[in-house]
């Protein structure tokens, strides 16, 4: 696909021997310009063209993500205090990017796997870094789309909850039940330990033990007294 020219635009000059190919000698998804407000395609477009482009278009965008999560993950760090005013002039959503940012702070360059979608990652995103790396080679073996990883990592975790000791028990041993929250609900949360400058569980269980303090302060003998 080429991209729309704009006056402020450095092109590239062409090889010696090879002059530039004109609009009318493009072909394939060449044909196809890219601009600011959209894509101008040709009506005569065969099907191979615009499912080639598609895939591109689904790259870049994938790129993209990761590369706005590389820069507000740099931005916290090197800019603390000053980076939120930035991202928000981005023009897109605060939430959105910082869950950009938690992913690329959760896979390091050398672990991101270019053949799997920023989804993908994002659905291994809470496990333990070896079942991560476990998952997402999986996945790329067998070519998974995001839906089939995302279902074979729920069965996985449903078979190794039920081989789990009941809910008083794990209590007992150290283990929370398995809780279902919505997607936005983890996002929310994971937004909220991101602030404290630490990791998810970290922060549940932080979370967790103030709610109970509090509850245990209010239903003591001397609360309940202050309240008569």
């Not at 090889?15 to 004109?22: C, D, I, M, Q």
């Not at 909850?161 to 949360?189: C, F, H, I």
Request: hydrophobic share 35%; with cysteine.
């Amino acid at each position: 696909m080429q991209g729309a020219r704009t006056t402020d635009a450095v092109l590239p000059l062409p090889p010696k021997g090879r002059p530039r190919r004109s609009k009318t000698q493009a072909s394939g998804d060449d044909r196809i310009i890219t601009t600011r407000a959209g894509l101008l395609m040709p009506s005569d477009l065969s099907f191979a063209d615009w499912a080639s482009a598609g895939r591109k278009l689904a790259r870049i965008a994938d790129a993209t993500s990761w590369c706005l999560g590389d820069w507000l993950a740099h931005g916290q760090t090197r800019f603390r205090g000053r980076y939120q005013r930035a991202a928000e002039e981005v023009g897109l959503n605060t939430q959105t990017l910082r869950n950009y940012a938690w992913l690329a702070r959760k896979f390091s360059h050398e672990r991101r796997r270019p053949a799997l979608s920023l989804q993908h990652h994002a659905e291994v995103a809470p496990l333990p870094v070896p079942e991560q790396d476990r998952w997402l080679r999986l996945a790329e073996e067998g070519s998974w789309s995001r839906n089939e990883l995302r279902r074979r990592v729920r069965a996985a975790s449903r078979n190794a909850t039920a081989e789990k000791p009941t809910t008083d028990s794990a209590a007992q041993s150290g283990y929370l039940p398995r809780l279902p929250v919505t997607e936005e609900e983890l996002a929310r949360w994971h937004s909220a330990a991101e602030q404290r400058a630490t990791d998810l569980n970290t922060w549940v269980v932080q979370t967790l033990n103030a709610a109970a303090r509090g509850e245990v302060a209010l239903s003591s003998p001397d609360a309940r007294r202050d309240r008569i």
